[in-house]
């Protein structure tokens, strides 16, 4: 099992940045896909981005490419997103996700989430 907290949200202007964290407890983070996805309020909960168990290996959806950065430091048994140029239209709340085989929407492994609100 694998428990996920994210921290580093909040209220920033347009153009600015945050970076997100999600810790993730136990000895066994590297072996799991780790991913960052958001719902904004009246939408469906929606993929930012995702990377590898080594992280190798991420992706990204195509609103966030250029701006938004994923990574991890399994030492830290930590994920990062880095977001920068952040616009109004990011505003949702952050989630990060766990699994094994990189399917997410499958996996009981969520954080709580965490609000980030962008000011125009």
């Known amino acids: 099992q694998v428990q996920l907290v994210e921290s580093g949200g909040g209220l920033v202007q347009a153009g600015n940045s945050l970076r997100l964290s999600c810790a993730a407890s136990g000895r066994t983070f590297s072996r799991y896909d780790m991913g960052w996805f958001r719902q904004a309020p009246g939408k469906e909960r929606e993929f930012v981005a995702a990377i590898s168990k080594s992280g190798g290996t991420s992706y990204s959806t195509d609103s966030v490419k250029g701006r938004f950065t994923i990574s991890r430091d399994n030492a830290k048994n930590t994920v990062y997103l880095q977001m920068n140029s952040l616009k109004p239209e990011d505003t949702a709340v952050y989630y990060c996700?766990?699994?094994?085989?990189?399917?997410?929407?499958?996996?009981?492994?969520w954080g709580q989430g965490t609000q980030v609100t962008v000011s125009s």
């Open positions: 996700a766990a699994d094994p085989s990189g399917r997410y929407y499958q996996s009981p492994y």
